[in-house]
């Protein structure tokens, strides 16, 4: 009986410890439950094509449904709730962008805040704000843009995804260094601008480039400049903002996730190691990038520092141009 006893404890013994190695642990399924990620946009976009693809793999290698849940509307502050006050188990998590990160807080008080409700995880992409024209615009630089602007003061339109958006704050950051100014146009979202910047209703817009490429490819719009440091991949031939003159300008997109502030660290890291392997396949890579973005990956601290930097960024941003919610 004691034989007995001693090899059941051996048994046990030996089971835990297979359990907590890596191996065993990368093996396994993330829980038995259903993990979604909630995308405060609708489908289609940016952030929810980069969720779409986190999704698809983490449920092939989870084995297990991984869904996204689009919950548009109330200027990201739906789905940044439902997050925030999901359970803190990491299960629910959710797809933020520097318009959850405006929204929540910056462009004043909120119901929720992202950097105190919600926990980063890692960092899932980066991509470029490009400043396009219609294809019978005059304009084709950004020295044509300043020029006619500071000809005109006031009449040169842009069109932006709304208040708050990354196009209005590029545009926000362009007329402070380039000490001009420039009439704003908000939309409900990107498509119309496209349509009246095509048209000639509005004289530009500023936007993510993933909704934009297409348009470049057909020739139906124009690129200026793209608001990032370095040029961008699928944009070899056009210029940053800041090599066309306005040293240091910078205004990129992002994509990351985050879950509820609560969450164990353990889980937390859990998910940063599994969603960190799924933005290292190639094939991520490439997908990313033909929608317009760059993988990126890094640790949930590594997260938190970009989000902090980047917020105090915009606010210093918001306060001296006056943005307030329309």
């Not at 009986?1 to 835990?16: D, F, S, V």
């Not at 304009?139 to 995804?161: C, H, M, N, V, W």
Request: glycine share 10%.
């Amino acid at each position: 009986m004691r034989r007995i006893l001693r090899l059941g404890a051996l048994a046990a013994l030996t089971t835990t410890l297979l359990c907590l190695s890596p191996g065993f642990a990368s093996a396994q399924s993330f829980s038995q439950r259903a993990v979604r990620i909630i995308v405060p946009f609708p489908p289609g976009g940016g952030q929810d094509v980069v969720a779409r693809t986190i999704a698809k793999s983490l449920s092939e290698n989870w084995g297990q449904a991984v869904t996204v849940d689009n919950r548009a509307g109330g200027k990201t502050l739906i789905g940044a709730e439902l997050a925030a006050r999901a359970a803190p188990d990491g299960h629910t998590l959710m797809m933020v962008s520097v318009e959850v990160l405006i929204n929540t807080g910056l462009l004043g008080p909120a119901s929720v805040n992202m950097q105190r409700d919600l926990a980063s995880i890692i960092l899932c992409s980066t991509g470029v704000n490009v400043l396009a024209v219609g294809a019978a615009s005059r304009l084709r630089s950004i020295k044509d843009i300043i020029a006619q602007a500071r000809a005109t003061p006031g009449k040169l339109s842009y069109g932006s995804a709304g208040v708050g958006s990354t196009g209005h704050m590029a545009a926000e950051q362009l007329m402070l260094m380039a000490g001009i100014t420039l009439l704003h146009v908000p939309y409900k979202g990107t498509t119309t601008s496209l349509t009246d910047t095509m048209s000639g209703q509005i004289d530009m817009l500023i936007a993510g480039a993933p909704p934009l490429l297409t348009l470049f490819q057909s020739g139906k719009l124009r690129p200026i400049a793209v608001g990032s440091r370095k040029r961008f991949p699928l944009l070899p031939d056009v210029p940053t903002v800041d090599e066309a003159g306005l040293a240091g300008f910078e205004m990129s997109t992002f994509a990351g996730l985050m879950t509820a502030a609560r969450t164990p660290t353990a889980i937390i890291n859990r998910l940063n190691k599994d969603i960190g392997v799924v933005l290292e396949k190639k094939e991520v890579i490439d997908l990313m990038l033909s929608g317009g973005t760059v993988a990126m990956g890094g640790s949930p601290e590594d997260m938190t520092t970009f989000i902090q930097e980047r917020g105090a960024t915009l606010k210093r941003l918001i306060e001296v141009a006056k943005i307030a919610i329309d």
